[in-house]
């Protein structure tokens, strides 16, 4: 591969709002001068390069598994292009280890597939595991993923006519425990109000979308420390999920109205209790690629959070949860140039005016 030209930055550093030079030396950054950097940003505010932590690159449009790492790169490509430099892929039914280092792909943190119970999830895209299969599966997919398992913990359950956990509490700890051990950290898809609060005792380490979260379940992730990403924008196709269902399942339809109506305020609520909350779209399937800004505005202006902690949840703060270190001395060549100060007006997160990923000027 050709050596990286140096490159030379200046700006309104966020988060410590300080105007600094920076120099990127290949993939890192340093605050030391470099001979000969090209000067490629100068004024505008710089932050670390966006997250997106729930990401499926692994799922196709319209859903179904991608078939090829090109597939997966071009969904990835749409997301840097957009300013999001790393990603949490919160499950994969394709695997695509050889974009871990790939450099026109953005950081990596990834989950293996889904594990859900039979008939419990998406077709075609978890494993389905019955009690006994879930902690071995669960071992077998931390070490297929870099870091992540992600569990299933609730669906539609056509015997209910609603939402129904998928497992018995203790064959859920006994997963979270088996992925904690094989060195993964566990996330878990949950929409009511039943199995969240077993997950979130049990000790996974993320609660995605989480809509059926109590104030008692918010108080515990406080204590715990447990993060939520909130997927507001998955959030928003409730209603149609509702109306699809609502022929078979008018209970269910009623209930995911219900969620979807309350959620703004179940995530102001955790927000305002200290829980850690991180930007994610659930892109990928139903959801398109390129749409952090969009969440990023959702939680800002819906869920009351403010402009610098959606900032943090997007950046800083996510960069140094999935262990990607920021604009730092030694830390990763990754950034995001604004023209205007996006503290102010966070709409200026929809136009990076430049985007360096692993020391490349992207834009």
């Not at 300013?83 to 790939?102: E, K, M, N, Q, V």
């Not at 071995?136 to 939402?163: F, H, M, P, T, Y």
């Not at 140039?337 to 102010?344: C, H, I, K, L, S």
Request: charged share 25%; hydrophobic share 45%; glycine share 10%.
């Amino acid at each position: 591969m050709r050596e990286l030209t140096p490159l030379h930055v200046r700006g309104v550093v966020l988060p410590d709002d300080t105007t600094r030079d920076i120099w990127l030396v290949g993939d890192r950054v340093t605050f030391e001068p470099v001979a000969g950097a090209e000067t490629i940003s100068e004024g505008g505010y710089v932050l670390p390069g966006l997250v997106d932590a729930h990401c499926h690159i692994g799922i196709a449009a319209g859903g179904g598994p991608v078939t090829t790492v090109e597939q997966a790169l071009a969904a990835a490509v749409i997301d840097r292009d957009a300013g999001t430099l790393a990603i949490r892929d919160a499950g994969s039914p394709f695997p695509y280890p050889d974009l871990d280092d790939h450099p026109d792909a953005p950081r990596l943190s990834r989950a293996g597939r889904h594990l859900a119970a039979p008939k419990t999830h998406l077709r075609g895209i978890p494993i389905e595991c019955s009690p006994e299969e879930l902690p071995i599966a669960a071992a077998e997919q931390a070490r297929a993923g870099n870091g992540w398992v992600k569990l299933v913990g609730d669906w539609l359950d056509r015997s209910l006519a609603d939402l129904g956990p998928t497992f018995e509490p203790d064959v859920l700890a006994a997963a979270i425990d088996a992925a904690h051990a094989a060195g993964a950290r566990v996330a878990v898809h949950t929409f009511s109000e039943t199995a969240v609060s077993t997950l979130i005792r049990a000790g996974v380490d993320s609660v995605e979308h989480g809509t059926g979260l109590s104030l008692d379940d918010i108080d515990e992730m406080a204590r715990r420390g447990t993060v939520l990403v909130p997927t507001m924008i998955n959030i928003e196709t409730f209603d149609d999920i509702a109306e699809r269902a609502e022929g078979k399942f008018p209970g269910y339809a009623t209930h995911m109205r219900a969620l979807h109506a309350a959620f703004p305020e179940v995530v102001r609520a955790a927000y305002e209790a200290g829980v850690p909350i991180r930007v994610g779209t659930d892109a990928g399937g139903a959801i398109p690629h390129g749409v952090c800004a969009d969440e990023m505005l959702m939680l800002h202006e819906r869920a009351g959070m403010s402009a610098v902690d959606v900032l943090a949840a997007a950046s800083w703060a996510a960069r140094e949860w999935l262990g990607f270190p920021g604009l730092i001395e030694g830390g990763l060549a990754d950034l995001v140039v604004y023209e205007a100060d996006p503290r102010a007006d966070l709409r200026v997160v929809r136009a990076p005016s430049r985007i360096v990923l692993k020391g490349r000027v992207i834009r």
